[in-house]
């Protein structure tokens, strides 16, 4: 079996030349955020140093040893309350101690007052659990506690590997500059692990029902890209390798790195040779000598899955290209066998290439027999230089994985891309015509309260919030300084000086503490985006269906009294019921709500809404239907209408932006160019169904004066639409313009240049 901890050794490159990038040094510190409810998991080894810091808050602490045996004593601590009785949102923590094999009847917690900052040392090697406890209602109502940061200061001179998946049944390393062959049998589990970064791991798999017949079976790339249609192999169901036969032999389960080569050969000795070294180690030869004993012949040149390798193709000369990977300490690939399967690991010896980050070093490889639960997930970072957090199954997946196994990444957690029963047209005119429910717990969530909490607001976000009531939110834009959007969200005004941000991104959060930081203002941010998972309800029969569900006290909005922008808290059914918030928002343009609740309680209100939904013919609905009906509807999107250098004008968002206002940030910037604007949003309405990709060129004759931003047939209107940012001396409604196909040129399609929304321009069906 393996050890948890390598032996780190210099490999002997001059250290100038590779400062072991990701690699935390012992004055570095891998940095976390614990919000209410949360619970957060992290493998300490002997002399690692655990920091938690905050105000007035519980923090309750779980540790485990390999045995799944209590471990508090190696923090110096003492259980003293039942885990059972916290109030957290335990799933993934109960799942987690299930998988190990363990049982959480009586588990006990160490808590702890947090009031600054406390440190703990790890004694031993232990897999801890910090909690922050909250109660449901509180979290619900912005009566919360801080979110606590927590930070981890690793003991130098070790490597860590990954905590297993699963139970290990092999475990083995690849040493650098070598090859090793193994056997997996159909359905085991592959790890394939970059230990300490930035290293290339050529793979290559055979079938073993070939060889035994004397014939070569494997992985073929140039099938494997035709098959998922796309160069790179992702994990979720376009995921699979195949032989040159079209058959399935690996499928990605996880992949935490996301950048790999599929395209190329493992490096040969006539590679190294015509660049005059020759006699190189190189991985053609290592895959050779390790497939020897299999009786498969040598080649001077393998082809490879290039794992961890760093390669792209240049959208101008169509050359590939390379630079130092973008793997990071402990990333690896998970992959379950299809069938039974020989396969050779590399551990790359390429040091005169940026492939391996200029110093070789080694592979690890873990081997998990069949049936091991082992769950699909990739790896999600808030910001490039964020802990890796692995994407999560939502609070509501127990309920749409019976409904759909489309599901696609948001963010960190799983998501439905489409219900084949209903499919994506289907979605469509139920969100239409009746009511859809849809899984929109990816959304970002924030708390600001405190004295200071509206002037920190009326600095950073563009709209003017002096007018906003208790109960009331708004649509508005965190923009910087230059008036490029960063975020845009909702904005809730739960009490006098409590507000909900719900947004899009990390960033907000990171602007918004910024801000205070800088200011000394007295307002404090508290990360909700775990603690409340959120649905929305959409569609003309939306507020009939919660009128059988939807319990409120008299001291907040009733449903029949919201108005659009409308938010009050509810319960379940009576005053006894699950707590959620409600609001009246939604992204499609259709009279809607937007439910947000604990993570324990979402289950019971999803059967809530889909039980009293029955008789509207409630439909759940994906990603897919909303793309269109959003673009239907004219509401931006990040990377599409709002990207980086495009400002709140140019992003067609001026309606969110109240230059009334004395200041925010950016205000200069917009008014500047709000006075003589380039560029503006506008849409384009096509005769036939052909639609254009994102970024696909407008012309005017020869003249390229725009580009399209988003695009979908719009199902209503008959035909295909699309926005799109136009020089402003060609935005006229009703110009006729060419969208480019086919590098722009090889076909046009004919467009006129439309008003956007494209349907119900008055907002009239989501004010019904």
Request: negative net charge.
């Amino acid at each position: 079996m393996e050890n948890a901890l390598l032996e780190f050794r210099n490999v002997g490159m001059d250290s100038r030349f590779r400062a072991f990038p990701g690699f935390p040094a012992p004055s570095q510190a891998e940095h976390h955020k614990l919000s209410p409810r949360g619970a957060l998991r992290i493998a300490l080894a002997l002399g690692d140093l655990l920091s938690v810091s905050g105000d007035a808050a519980t923090l309750a602490v779980i540790a485990f040893d390999a045995r799944g045996r209590s471990a508090l004593g190696a923090l110096g601590l003492t259980g003293t309350r039942p885990v059972s009785g916290l109030p957290f949102d335990d799933q993934a923590y109960l799942a987690w101690v299930q998988a190990k094999g363990g049982t959480t009847d009586d588990q006990r917690a160490a808590l702890i007052e947090v009031d600054g900052r406390i440190i703990l040392k790890a004694g031993a090697e232990c897999s801890v659990w910090v909690v922050l406890p909250t109660p449901p209602a509180q979290a619900i109502t912005g009566d919360t506690m801080a979110t606590l940061s927590v930070s981890v200061s690793r003991a130098a001179h070790t490597v860590r590997l990954p905590e297993p998946l699963g139970q290990v049944a092999d475990a083995f390393t690849v040493p650098r500059g070598t090859a090793r062959a193994y056997s997996l049998a159909r359905g085991d589990i592959v790890q394939i692990i970059d230990v300490e970064g930035q290293q290339c791991s050529d793979f290559m798999a055979f079938r073993t029902d070939s060889l035994d017949c004397g014939r070569v079976a494997m992985i073929d790339s140039t099938a494997t890209r035709s098959m998922v249609r796309q160069p790179y192999p992702q994990p979720g169901l376009l995921d699979k390798f195949f032989d040159a036969d079209a058959r399935p032999m690996l499928q990605v389960v996880q992949d935490t790195c996301g950048r790999h080569d599929t395209y190329g050969l493992a490096c040969t000795a006539r590679g190294y040779a015509d660049r005059g070294f020759p006699g190189h180690l190189n991985c053609s030869d290592n895959i050779s000598d390790a497939m020897d004993p299999y009786g498969i012949a040598r080649r001077p040149a393998w082809p490879a899955i290039n794992f961890f390798w760093n390669t792209w193709v240049d959208p101008r000369s169509g050359h590939i290209l390379t630079e130092e990977s973008h793997s990071r300490p402990g990333d690896y690939v998970a992959m379950r066998a299809l069938c039974d399967l020989v396969c050779v690991s590399t551990a790359c010896p390429d040091d005169i290439d940026p492939i391996n980050g200029w110093n070789p070093t080694d592979v690890h490889v873990r081997i998990y027999k069949r049936n091991a639960p082992i769950p699909r997930a990739v790896a999600y970072r808030a910001k490039e230089d964020a802990p890796m957090t692995l994407s999560r199954e939502s609070a509501f997946h127990r309920r749409t994985a019976a409904l759909t196994q489309d599901m696609a990444p948001a963010r960190d957690l799983w998501l439905p891309n489409t219900y084949p029963s209903t499919g994506t047209l289907g979605e469509y005119w139920a969100c239409r015509e009746r009511v859809t429910v849809q899984d929109m717990s990816s959304l970002r969530k924030y708390d600001i309260v405190g004295p200071d909490a509206e002037t920190v607001l009326q600095q950073v976000l563009t709209r003017d919030l002096s007018r906003l009531a208790q109960w009331r939110g708004t649509y508005a834009l965190i923009c910087d300084d230059t008036g490029a959007v960063v975020d845009d969200g909702t904005l809730f005004r739960l009490g006098p000086q409590v507000f909900r941000w719900c947004c899009g991104s990390e960033e907000s959060a990171r602007r918004i503490e910024a801000h205070v930081a800088q200011t000394g203002q007295q307002a404090r941010l508290t990360d909700m985006s775990d603690t409340l998972a959120n649905l929305a309800l959409q569609g003309p029969k939306s507020r009939d269906v919660l009128a059988q569900v939807v319990f409120t006290q008299p001291h907040v909005p009733a449903l029949e009294q919201l108005n659009w922008f409308g938010v009050t808290i509810a319960r379940l059914g009576d005053r006894d019921g699950a707590p959620f918030m409600l609001s009246r928002t939604g992204y499609t343009g259709e009279l809607g709500y937007e439910v947000f609740c604990a993570q324990s309680d979402a289950v019971t209100i999803w059967d809530a809404l889909m039980e009293a939904g029955q008789a509207h013919g409630v439909t759940p609905m994906g990603g897919a239907a909303l793309d269109i009906i959003r673009t239907e509807a004219g509401f931006a999107a990040p990377g599409a209408e709002f990207a980086p250098g495009v400002d709140a004008m140019e992003a067609g968002l001026g309606f969110a932006v109240d230059f009334r206002k004395a200041s925010f940030v950016g205000k200069a910037a917009l008014e500047r160019n709000a006075a003589a604007p380039r560029r503006v949003l506008t849409g384009l309405m096509f005769g036939g169904d052909d639609v254009p990709h994102h970024g696909a060129p407008v012309f005017a004759g020869e003249r390229h004066v725009g580009q399209v931003t988003s695009a979908t047939r719009s199902p209503m209107l008959g035909h295909g639409i699309a926005m799109a940012r136009l020089a402003i001396e060609f935005s006229e409604t009703g110009a006729a313009l060419e969208v480019g196909m086919m590098d722009g040129r090889m076909k046009r399609l004919p467009a006129v240049v439309a008003t956007v929304p494209f349907v119900d321009p008055k907002r009239e069906r989501a004010r019904a």
